[in-house]
């Protein structure tokens, strides 16, 4: 038995080994890899670690609609005469070694430029000469030294994105107006006279409005235009009091330095201008090398090989039609229904109805969209255009449409309509008072209650609180789309999981015999008729005979949807469907299995179970007591008794769901007041994922795709799924204690104002002061809840 390690890509070199330049390789293609990296001086990418390559893919004919100009143009970043830049994803970027050898594309064609990789994205952006290259040439050499580009039809439709940098530069202005007013009040702070009096006074004052400016008229003018679309929807809103605060202080300011009345409170103007954007540029944080928003257009190639008068053309996908004859090749997606003609059709559908094993397809079946061919090349006629076929119909459902963070409202919602009722209340009651007792302090005592009373350390609880947490979460691989999503973990009731991919792991498939015993010789003839096979069942199934040596066997057949017959001498070997090994079989298909028979002597059966992930039963037996579970899988009920035996007693268990049944489950346990997380992994659960109040992506790995969702997790964390929603239960509990805070200083405030003494000094120590204990508080407490999740 040969173990030898692909001194390329790493993998064990099974029969198939290659051994040239005293080196082992796995196959044809990473010795032709490691030949082009020798020939060009860059077998220096072997040094920064061992194996650090991908096996390159047949991709003849696949880039062919790169020759279309429409479709190149739509793709690059810039075009100008000869010039190119393109940036293009690809997934297989993971070490120094990837980086090394792409930032040296130049040495490979000396027509690239320049290329510059981003690591945390895995993508890498290639200036070239379009006149003596073309981008096709670029992706063709990228994918024969293992690095294919992943180039999909939401990248054709989306086009360049626009990065939005207003708060960053509206935070700017706003923290370089509050340090320099901060700078010019000292004198007033220190209460300087004499000569600064005379000459300098006024001309400072002045400079403290000049830098107030654009604090209020754009640092802060979200603020007026939300309190504005509040009232408008008669909504009392956090933004209201922050707006009327703002605005009463500026009025102020200004008047007081104009009669020349004092120096006005333009430090705690845009001291809190600062603040509240400061906490909202936290709570903004995002994952920018995850896509949250994705849908089929992120998984359909932009596109397709047709056949027309027995000559292949490739297409843009949107204009394929019914009736086209399609050509699909190995490993690519089948992007419309029709049916097939040519060829033995192999299709996963996992990532479309959760089905776990493979189905195999003859001439005359019907190809559904979302399936990827897994062996060889065939032709389809087109049933249906790409907009009406099954799985783009499922994107037509308003659930896709509907925004979960307009419709849920915050701990900070619910809060400051109570908060602006009170403090105008007490803003009135006491200049009310003062009209009778002192009139000429009526007006001083009003406007410095909305100064003081101004909610900015509430304001800043939530994002400072949420925004640390995101960051805590995303340190354990658990990435969300926004802090909203926390509050909603904390409120859930009810979890939901799919079993295809989420309980269950992609990566292996545990194989169990029930029958006679095999000897060796029979051993060797099975794994010799599976090894001609590419069926994935029989791949796995032959993997798992590694200590047994091969045979020659003769009269091969390979009978699709069914199974495998092979001669060895006197033996006559069959294996498969119970049907085609046995006759009249009554033995039962709920399994995933694999039959055996010798001479027309049933042997037994394979069995593969899927994988569990470590900490299923863990999982679940911690979340049974204070929530309610179930799981609704696409896949058969062949694990039903398993899942019984090992989940806790009262998890629901609903098999054979198609896409549109998981999506009603959720559905109706909204209509009974449950509040739902659903976590899946596939296109067959983003309906779901998209009706449920937090919809989490399991995913092996977080940078290909996973379907649109509220938070995606990787598989690696799966175990501490408990922990993350205890965290974000506890991180509510913080930002209610902060409210106490925040309370306190606002009766230690309202104190000065209420009775007349509020003094622009006071004002400065006690606003910032609430701002910043509110700012430590949070991301002390926060930064140990981070420590309680179990990495």
């Not at 510059?116 to 073309?134: C, G, L, M, W, Y």
């Not at 989940?647 to 049944?661: A, I, R, S, V």
Request: net charge positive; charged share 20%.
């Amino acid at each position: 038995m040969n173990t030898a390690q692909c001194y390329h890509c790493g993998d064990v070199c099974d029969d198939d080994l290659i051994r040239i330049y005293e080196k082992n390789f796995c196959c044809k293609g990473c010795k032709t890899v490691y030949e082009i990296f020798s020939e060009n001086d860059l077998t220096c990418y072997y040094n920064f670690k061992d194996s650090p390559g991908a096996i390159p893919i047949e991709i003849q004919g696949k880039y062919d609609f790169l020759d279309k100009q429409e479709i190149v143009a739509k793709l690059l970043d810039f075009n100008n005469g000869n010039t190119q830049i393109i940036t293009l994803y690809i997934p297989h970027i993971h070490c120094s070694s990837c980086i090394w050898i792409l930032e040296n594309l130049h040495k490979l064609n000396t027509k690239v430029a320049s290329s510059q990789v981003d690591f945390p994205k895995k993508k890498v952006r290639i200036t070239f000469n379009s006149e003596a290259t073309s981008l096709k040439k670029i992706v063709v050499l990228l994918s024969s030294i293992g690095y294919e580009p992943y180039i999909s039809l939401e990248d054709y439709e989306s086009g360049k994105k626009i990065v939005d940098r207003s708060l960053i530069y509206k935070l700017g202005i706003a923290g370089f107006a509050f340090g320099n007013v901060m700078f010019l009040s000292f004198p007033e702070y220190f209460e300087v006279d004499g000569f600064w009096i005379e000459q300098y006074k006024n001309v400072f004052r002045g400079l403290m409005f000049i830098f107030s400016l654009p604090v209020v008229f754009y640092a802060g003018r979200d603020y007026f235009i939300s309190a504005y679309k509040g009232l408008c929807s008669k909504v009392l809103n956090i933004d209201i009091p922050i707006a009327l605060g703002i605005a009463v202080l500026f009025i102020r300011s200004t008047l007081e330095i104009i009669l020349d009345l004092g120096t006005g409170f333009f430090d705690s103007l845009t001291g809190l201008v600062f603040f509240l954007l400061l906490g909202k540029f936290f709570q903004q944080k995002t994952y920018k090398f995850l896509s949250f928003e994705r849908d089929y257009k992120s998984y359909f190639p932009i596109a397709v090989t047709r056949v027309k008068d027995h000559k292949e053309e490739n297409i843009q996908i949107y204009d394929v039609e019914k009736g086209d004859r399609l050509l699909i090749r190995n490993q690519e997606l089948i992007p419309v229904d029709g049916i097939l003609i040519t060829g033995k059709a192999n299709i996963d559908y996992s990532f479309v109805t959760g089905e776990a094993v493979p189905v195999a397809k003859k001439p005359g079946d019907k190809l559904f969209a979302g399936g990827k061919q897994l062996s060889g090349v065939i032709e389809m006629e087109v049933l249906r255009s790409v907009s009406q076929s099954y799985l783009t119909q499922l994107w037509s459902n308003d659930v896709f449409k509907k925004d979960k963070k307009t419709e849920f409202k915050t701990i900070t919602d619910n809060i400051s309509k109570n908060f602006t009722i009170v403090v105008l209340l007490i803003a009135f009651v006491s200049t009310t008072f003062w009209m009778y007792y002192d009139a000429s302090k009526a007006l001083n005592v009003f406007t410095a209650v909305l100064i003081i009373a101004c909610p900015c350390a509430i304001a800043l609880a939530a994002p400072f609180t949420l925004g640390n947490i995101l960051r805590v979460f995303g340190k354990q691989k658990f990435y969300l789309k926004n802090t909203t999503v926390i509050e909603q973990l904390a409120d859930i009731d009810t979890i939901i999981f799919d079993k295809t991919g989420t309980l269950t792991t992609h990566k292996e498939n545990v194989v169990f015999y029930d029958g006679d015993n095999l000897n060796r010789q029979e051993k060797s003839i099975l794994k010799s008729a599976l090894r001609a096979s590419n069926h994935p069942l029989s791949r796995t199934l032959y993997h798992s005979f590694d200590e047994v040596e091969t045979l020659t066997v003769s009269n091969f057949k390979e009978i699709v949807g069914r199974g495998i017959q092979v001669e060895y001498k006197n033996f006559n070997l069959k294996l498969g469907a119970s049907s085609f090994v046995k006759s009249n079989s009554d033995i039962s298909t709920l399994d995933t299995s694999v039959h055996v028979s010798l001479n027309d002597v049933y042997k037994g059966k394979f069995t593969f179970k899927n994988s569990y992930r470590v900490g299923v039963k863990e999982v679940f037996a911690t979340l049974k007591k204070d929530y309610d579970l179930a799981i609704v899988s696409g896949d058969n009920e062949g694990e039903k008794k398993y899942l019984k035996e090992n989940l806790p007693k009262g998890t629901h268990l609903l098999f054979n769901q198609k896409p549109e049944d998981k999506l009603k489950v959720v559905e109706k346990l909204q209509q009974d007041n449950k509040k739902v997380i659903m976590i899946g992994d596939g296109l067959n659960d983003a309906g779901a994922l998209a009706q449920s109040n937090v919809g989490i992506a399991l995913s092996e790995n977080i940078n290909v795709f996973s379907p649109a969702c509220d938070a995606i997790l990787d598989a690696s964390q799966f175990k501490n799924l408990a922990n993350f929603i205890r965290a974000s239960k506890k991180a509510k509990q913080i930002i209610k204690y902060c409210f106490i805070l925040s309370l306190c200083y606002n009766i230690i405030g309202l104190y000065f104002a209420v009775t007349g003494q509020l003094m622009p000094v006071v004002a400065a120590i006690l606003m910032p002061l609430s701002s910043i204990s509110i700012v430590v508080f949070t991301t002390i407490s926060t930064n140990f809840i981070g420590k309680k999740i179990k990495t």
